[in-house]
């Protein structure tokens, strides 16, 4: 060690079998990757994580996103009649941020100015100061001038609660940190509500039963209208009981063996009263002499003449429903003779909050059993349509025309 400070290590003298033998005196030598130990490489684990991530960062995203476009809209319809007239189109928001606010507007005037100079694709009706806050920001305003918006908004306390809980998705996926199933949860919850305060929750007549996702309104259209897909019944029932199916019909269309999913899940009493709200229902049972309920019962590996009875009773049932009513003409019951395909029920399939559940008959699985699809009826809003994608590309016409094909080919019951 000399007086003058550390001495480095020779480089000339090289590890037997390193191959270098030309390295000039005092040099230092490096590591080689092998000799850190680092591993670059991703292995299947690691890449189903990140994906998961991603996939859980994209769905927050999107409804962080709604949030964010609908809030600047509100502020927008609120303060810019305000201040606007006073300051003019390009200082209204500045002079609604007051003195508090100034840095951070004037961060995002900057930050336009850099977007518009470096030539970035701007769209007219976001080439302003308001387009470039943030969501804490457009809060800031939004409470700042809350006096402006209170009559438009009841709960100024479950406003800024939801955007509380908002804010914690949000910090997750600008950092690109693991978001966890329960914030991810939160966060739709948070925002869904968040667009009910701000006044875009209405969605129509029935839409109550099964609302609208935010994903599904944005990608839904790569599967066709599928919305929803359960390995069983069971499972479809806890996202979507029977109350909500049915609740709000003013037309129901079923088919199946049995109907087991109304019959046996929606009482008497509530049919009765659906019917006499409006609701016109057209059911469509198995033929319980029919020899393929004999052949299912064989696949199903139960006793001769089980099925048949329930689907009997099923029918009696229904029967004592249609009798308890003034108008027995809606609420029509038939049966049919063909191999059993699928089982359906189509809620408002007329309309645009049409709703549809159908599970396709396994041989080896009860009704319980069998995967559940869910599909949305009235069809989709698209901006653009591919010259190789079909307009009406859904399921739900699908099996509506199946139904009426057999409903065509059934027999009344008497």
């Known amino acids: ?109 900057a930050v336009r100015e850099v977007s518009r100079r470096k030539g970035y694709l701007l769209d007219p009706a976001d080439d302003n100061v308001l387009s470039f806050l943030t969501l804490p920001q457009l809060r800031e305003l939004l409470v700042q001038h809350w006096p402006c ?15 509380d809980e908002l804010e914690v998705s949000r910090n997750v996926v600008s950092r690109n940190r693991a978001l966890s199933v329960t914030v991810l949860a939160q966060a739709e919850r948070a925002a869904a509500r968040l667009l009910e305060i701000l006044g875009t929750g209405a ?21 066709a209208d599928v919305i929803g897909v359960h390995a069983d019944r069971v499972r479809l029932q806890r996202q979507l009981p029977v109350e909500d199916l049915f609740g709000n019909a003013r037309r129901l269309d079923a088919v199946g063996i049995g109907l087991n999913l109304l019959v046996q899940n929606y009482s008497g009493r509530r049919l009765v009263r659906l019917a006499e709200a409006g609701c016109r229902s057209r059911l469509l049972f198995l033929n319980p002499a029919s020899s393929a309920v004999r052949r299912r019962e064989r696949e199903l590996g139960i006793k001769k003449g089980e099925m048949s009875r329930s689907v009997e009773m099923n029918i009696m049932h229904m029967r004592r429903v249609r009798d308890r009513l003034r108008d027995t003409a809606a609420f029509e019951i038939r049966v049919f003779d063909e191999t059993p395909r699928f089982t359906a ?70």
Do not use: C
């Not at 007549?205 to 599967?223: H, K, S, T």
């Not at 159908?358 to 653009?384: C, F, H, I, N, T």
């Open 1 to 109: 060690m000399s007086s003058g400070g550390l001495e480095l290590p020779p480089g000339g003298e090289a590890s037997e079998g390193d191959g270098s033998t030309d390295a000039p005196p005092g040099a230092v030598s490096l590591a080689r990757p092998m000799e850190i130990g680092a591993e670059l490489d991703w292995g299947a684990d690691a890449w189903s994580e990140v994906r998961t991530r991603a996939r859980r960062a994209g769905r927050a995203y999107i409804w962080l996103n709604l949030v964010e476009q609908r809030l600047r809209a509100v502020v927008a319809a609120v303060l810019r009649p305000v201040y606007e007239p006073v300051h003019g189109e390009e200082e209204w928001v500045v002079a609604a941020a007051g003195p508090a606010g100034q840095e951070w507007v004037q961060r995002a005037a």
């Open 149 to 163: 918006f209170e009559p438009y908004m009841d709960d100024r306390r479950e406003l800024e609660l939801a955007l």
């Open 203 to 223: 969605r129509g007549p029935g839409a109550g039963r099964l609302p609208v996702d935010a994903v599904e309104d944005l990608v839904g259209d790569r599967y």
């Open 345 to 414: 029920y189509l809620v408002n399939g007329d309309g645009a909050d049409g709703l549809a559940v159908v599970q396709s008959y396994l041989r080896k699985a009860r009704g319980m059993e069998a995967p559940v699809l869910v599909l949305r009826g009235g069809g989709r809003e698209r901006d653009v349509v591919r010259e190789d994608q079909d307009a009406d590309n859904g399921l739900f016409a699908t099996y509506r025309e199946e139904f009426d094909g057999v409903w065509a080919d059934s027999r009344p019951v008497s």
